[in-house]
């Protein structure tokens, strides 16, 4: 299973294609709620307001095969400063797990340390938050398990990248002309 994280004034387009199109694709993904109280519902960056399938208290590693940090901002800064987020990144990191993050999110990765000798890319402005990482001006980059997206208009292709690598690339292609992403 792969986690999603939404946290208040997360990027709406990133988090939501993203999880749909994985989902299409038969990776099974739950998005999770990182919200101080107990509540499923998350409110994104621009006040879309989005029910999660499960909470952040409620994560854990049993069947963890990877997460996924979606940018926008203050979610960004609410993903980097909740320690079980942190917890469930680290243990990807550490079991050779997966680790998707785009905009602003690759910033918590550098924080941790995890893109140091890396290629990564993230929303212009936040490069020097990826501590220690080959910065690559490109809508996607992918550096073993670690793949990192630009932002909101580079999220198409972020999700293609990431179905190719857990799917195929005749899934993700096959998942791109169904959705007449021809470009």
Same mark, same amino acid.
């Given at each position: 299973?792969?986690?999603?994280?939404?946290?208040? =004034?997360?990027?709406?387009?990133?988090?939501?294609?993203? +999880?749909?199109?994985?989902?299409?694709?038969?990776?099974?993904?739950?998005?999770?709620?990182?919200?101080?109280?107990?509540s499923?519902?998350?409110?994104? &960056?621009?006040?879309?307001?989005?029910? !999660?399938?499960?909470?952040?208290?409620?994560?854990?590693?049993?069947?963890l095969?990877?997460?996924?940090?979606?940018?926008?901002?203050?979610?960004?800064?609410?993903?980097?400063?909740?320690?079980?987020?942190?917890?469930?990144?680290?243990?990807?990191?550490?079991?050779?797990? *997966?680790?998707?993050?785009?905009?602003? &999110?690759?910033?918590?990765?550098?924080?941790?340390? /995890? /893109?140091?000798?890396?290629? !990564?890319?993230?929303?212009?402005?936040?490069?020097?938050?990826?501590? =220690?990482?080959? *910065?690559?001006? !490109?809508p996607?980059v992918?550096?073993?398990?670690?793949?990192?997206?630009?932002g909101? =208009? &580079?999220? +198409?292709g972020?999700?293609?990248?990431?179905?190719?690598?857990?799917?195929?690339?005749?899934?993700?292609?096959?998942?791109?002309?169904?959705?007449?992403?021809?470009?």
């Amino acid at each position: 299973m792969f986690y999603c994280f939404l946290a208040d =004034g997360f990027e709406e387009i990133e988090a939501i294609t993203t +999880v749909d199109m994985l989902r299409r694709a038969g990776v099974d993904m739950k998005t999770v709620a990182v919200t101080g109280d107990a509540s499923l519902t998350v409110t994104g &960056a621009h006040s879309i307001p989005v029910t !999660a399938d499960m909470h952040i208290s409620d994560a854990n590693t049993s069947d963890l095969c990877g997460v996924f940090l979606p940018g926008g901002m203050p979610g960004t800064t609410n993903l980097d400063e909740n320690s079980k987020v942190r917890e469930l990144v680290a243990f990807c990191a550490d079991n050779d797990k *997966y680790i998707f993050a785009i905009c602003a &999110a690759p910033s918590v990765l550098g924080h941790m340390g /995890l /893109l140091k000798g890396r290629k !990564a890319t993230c929303y212009p402005g936040f490069e020097s938050e990826l501590a =220690g990482a080959h *910065y690559c001006d !490109a809508p996607c980059v992918q550096d073993n398990k670690i793949i990192t997206g630009k932002g909101p =208009g &580079a999220t +198409v292709g972020f999700a293609s990248m990431i179905i190719t690598e857990l799917c195929s690339d005749d899934a993700s292609k096959m998942l791109r002309a169904s959705m007449q992403c021809n470009e």
